[in-house]
């Protein structure tokens, strides 16, 4: 069973710019959550994809947008970058979203950089 | 608005020693509770989850116990080891809604 994997694993960006970083779920997952992880702080949701619909969606400004495919990877759009949006965005994916599915299972994280 | 807290923000024991890890919420409505580990600059690592209905969770040296009613959770970890240091983070899902929210973590440290 191989786990969830996210790329790129670092990337910068100049400020203005859109980025899009990438999540394959676990074998067996049909959910997908991004989060937002400032330094020295708890991550912080930012939506949840189940079946290629989104699925909730926490504080973050239209900018932030997202997809997921059929086979259930997704991607996380940033547009007209800011310097606060340098953050680690960690990926997470679990086999649904009822309470008893719900333990999430997290990637490596893609660390951002926005100078 | 679901707020998670975990005190203290740091802790640095010596190797051997047992570590006590707490985390409060403010809204007992919840569906469960995980904690993960954290180690610098890497991914979330789950350890245990604990459905809201029941009151702990053990896995190898780590204990988790979740009192839903008081807002409380606390993570055990026995005879702790240098290679346990790391941030630990708690998050809640709330029983209405699909996200985890987290606390801010604690940052331990386990000296040789």
């Known amino acids: 069973e191989t786990g969830v994997t996210q790329s790129p694993t670092h990337l910068i960006k100049t400020r203005g710019q859109q980025v899009t970083l990438r999540c394959s779920s676990q074998?067996?997952?049909?959910?997908v959550s991004w989060y937002q992880q400032a330094l020295g702080q708890g991550p912080q949701f930012i939506f949840q994809?189940?079946?290629?619909?989104?699925?909730g969606r926490g504080n973050f400004p239209p900018r932030f947008s997202g997809l997921q495919f059929p086979n259930y990877s997704s991607e996380l759009n940033v547009n007209a970058l800011e310097l606060d949006d340098s953050a680690l965005y960690l990926c997470?994916?679990?086999?649904?979203?009822?309470?008893?599915?719900?333990?999430?299972?997290f990637g490596p994280g893609t660390r951002l950089t926005v100078t | 608005k679901q707020e998670v807290t975990q005190i203290p923000a740091a802790l640095s024991v010596p190797e051997g020693e047992n570590l006590v890890l707490n985390c409060s919420f403010t809204?007992?409505?919840?569906?469960?509770l995980q904690w993960f580990r954290q180690d610098p600059g890497k991914g979330l690592t789950s350890l245990l989850l604990?459905?809201?209905?029941?009151r702990e969770q053990t896995s190898g040296r780590l204990n988790a116990s979740l009192d839903k009613s008081s807002g409380r959770s606390t993570l055990y970890i026995a005879a702790s080891q240098p290679g346990d240091s790391a941030t630990y983070l708690c998050?809640?899902?709330?029983?209405?809604?699909?996200?985890?929210?987290f606390g801010g973590g604690t940052r331990v440290l386990v000296k040789p």
């Open positions: 997470a994916s679990s086999r649904g979203t009822g309470a008893a599915n719900y333990e999430q299972y």
């Open positions: 809204d007992s409505a919840i569906y469960n």
């Open positions: 998050a809640v899902r709330e029983a209405a809604g699909n996200k985890l929210t």
């Open positions: 994809y189940y079946r290629e619909e989104e699925n």
């Open positions: 074998s067996g997952h049909n959910t």
């Open positions: 604990i459905q809201s209905s029941q």
